[in-house]
């Protein structure tokens, strides 16, 4: 039995339709940062739990962390926006320096998707789910996550 996780970021007030009733067939939802209106996250009703981080621009939503952690049998998802590790493209090599023990490392911030798997932990972005800079579609991921090591990494992109 695997664990599916619906990943996004980037949504700067509004997400995509077509993502929210794929994050809402999932087990979790994670959201990477730059919500900016809270309210966007009401939509996202996942079937157990939705984790959302502080992006740069979410400063606001003071009840939110700027990093979390999700940790299943298999291994460690760290999630934070990745601001932190280089403004305009966040170093990989920062990112997995600072957690070296997770499995995946998820950040948003460029609004670009990116699959890492050169090294472990791996680092991934889901790209902008939203209407702001989606680089051609609103993007996210699906993450299964097994009891085995072999987790798999499904994108989408909607227009």
């Not at 999932?26 to 900016?36: E, K, L, R, S, V």
Request: contains cysteine; aromatic residues 6%; glycine residues 8%.
């Amino acid at each position: 039995m695997s664990t599916r996780i619906g990943i996004l970021s980037d949504t700067h007030g509004f997400i995509h339709a077509d993502i929210i009733k794929l994050i809402n067939q999932c087990d979790i939802a994670i959201h990477a940062g730059d919500i900016i209106d809270e309210q966007t996250l009401q939509a996202l009703k996942p079937k157990q739990k939705l984790i959302a981080i502080q992006g740069n621009n979410d400063a606001h939503i003071t009840h939110l962390n700027l990093v979390e952690k999700l940790s299943f049998p298999s291994g460690e998802i760290i999630i934070e926006h990745g601001h932190e590790h280089g403004h305009q493209q966040p170093s990989h090599d920062s990112l997995r320096a600072a957690y070296p023990n997770a499995k995946i490392i998820i950040y948003g911030h460029t609004h670009k998707q990116v699959i890492d798997k050169e090294k472990t932990p791996w680092v991934i972005n889901p790209g902008a789910a939203g209407q702001v800079r989606n680089h051609g579609g609103a993007k996210c991921f699906v993450l299964e996550v097994g009891h085995s090591q072999k987790w798999k990494i499904s994108t989408y992109v909607f227009n």
